[in-house]
C-alpha cells in the first residue's frame, strides 16, 4: 500500500493540496480513471503503510545510535498513524478494516520479505527509496476519489516518513565506508522493480484494455523512475 508518508493536522474545511513533486503531479494527470474504487485503494493503501512501518521498525531496531532510534522511531509513528487514518476513512464508508485489508496481506507480505536488506545500510536504503517512491504513487493515484475522500487521504499520506533522517543516515554510512556504495546502488536497483509490481497492482486496469491502458500509464511511471534516480543521485550512486 511509496513524501507515503509531513505530518499535518487535518484541518475543518476540506484542504486544497499542491503536488509536493513533479512525480505527483504526474500521476494524478495520467492515473485518475485508473484509480481502484475507495474500499481497495484504502485497504490496500491501509496494509502498506502497516509494510512501511515495519521496515522503518527494523531500521530502529538496528540503528547504532541514540539520535538514529530517536529519528526514525518519530518517522515510524506518523507512518503507523498514517494507517489508522486510512482504517479510520475504512470505517467511515462502513467498510470492515480487516476484510478490506486482507486480500493484500499476501501479496504485500511477500514484497517484505523480498526487499528487507541484508543490514543496517540496506535497511536504510529500502526505507528511502521503497516509501518515496509508494508515498509519491499512492497520493498521486488517490486523485482519483470521490471528493473530500480523495483531500482526506492526501493529507494522510502527506506525513514526515524520515526521508531527510535516512538520508543523512545513508550519507554517513557512504562516507565511513565509501565501498558500500557499489553494493547498495546494487541494492537500490534492485529494490525498484518490486517496488513498480506493487504500485502496478493498485492500478484499476480493464483487462479488456489493458495493453492500451498499461502504454497510457508509462508517463508517470517514467515520473516516479526520475524521482527514484534523485533520490540515488543524492546519495552519490548509480541508478
Known amino acids: 500500500m511509496l513524501r507515503l508518508f509531513r505530518r499535518r493536522r487535518r ?10 513533486s513533479e512525480a505527483v503531479s504526474a500521476v494524478r494527470v495520467e492515473l485518475a480513471e485508473l484509480t481502484p474504487a475507495p474500499e481497495p485503494f484504502l485497504g490496500q493503501a491501509a496494509y502498506l503503510a502497516l509494510v512501511l512501518f515495519e521496515n522503518l521498525g527494523r531500521a530502529v531496531q538496528t540503528a ?27 470505517r467511515g464508508l462502513g467498510a470492515d478494516p480487516i ?10 507480505d ?23 517512491f509508494l508515498a509519491d504513487f499512492f497520493t498521486g493515484l ?9 483531500e482526506r487521504v492526501g493529507v494522510l499520506l502527506d506525513v514526515d ?3 531527510r533522517v535516512l538520508e543523512a543516515q545513508l550519507r554517513t554510512v557512504i562516507e565511513q565506508s565509501p565501498r558500500i556504495a557499489s553494493r547498495l546502488a546494487m541494492w537500490g536497483r534492485r ?8 504500485a502496478r497492482s493498485a492500478l484499476a486496469i480493464d483487462a479488456a484494455h489493458a ?4 502504454e497510457r500509464v508509462e508517463p508517470a511511471f517514467a515520473e516516479l523512475i526520475g524521482a527514484h534516480t534523485r533520490r540515488m543521485d543524492a546519495l552519490g550512486l548509480t541508478a
Open 11 to 20: 484541518p475543518a474545511a476540506a484542504p486544497v493540496l499542491t503536488p509536493r
Open 99 to 108: 476484510a478490506a485489508m486482507d486480500p493484500f496481506r499476501a501479496g504485500l
Open 110 to 132: 511477500e514484497y517484505l520479505a523480498r526487499v528487507q536488506g541484508a543490514d543496517w545500510p540496506e535497511t536504510l536504503v529500502t526505507c528511502y527509496l521503497t516509501t518515496g
Open 64 to 90: 547504532p545510535t541514540t539520535a538514529a532510534k530517536t529519528a526514525l522511531g518519530a518517522a515510524a509513528a506518523q507512518v503507523l498513524e498514517a494507517h489508522e487514518g486510512l482504517v479510520t476513512e475504512l
Open 142 to 150: 488517490a486523485a482519483g476519489l470521490p471528493d473530500g475522500l480523495a
Open 191 to 198: 529494490l525498484i522493480g518490486d517496488t513498480m509490481l506493487i
Open 211 to 214: 495493453e492500451l491502458e498499461v
Open 161 to 163: 516518513h524520515g526521508e
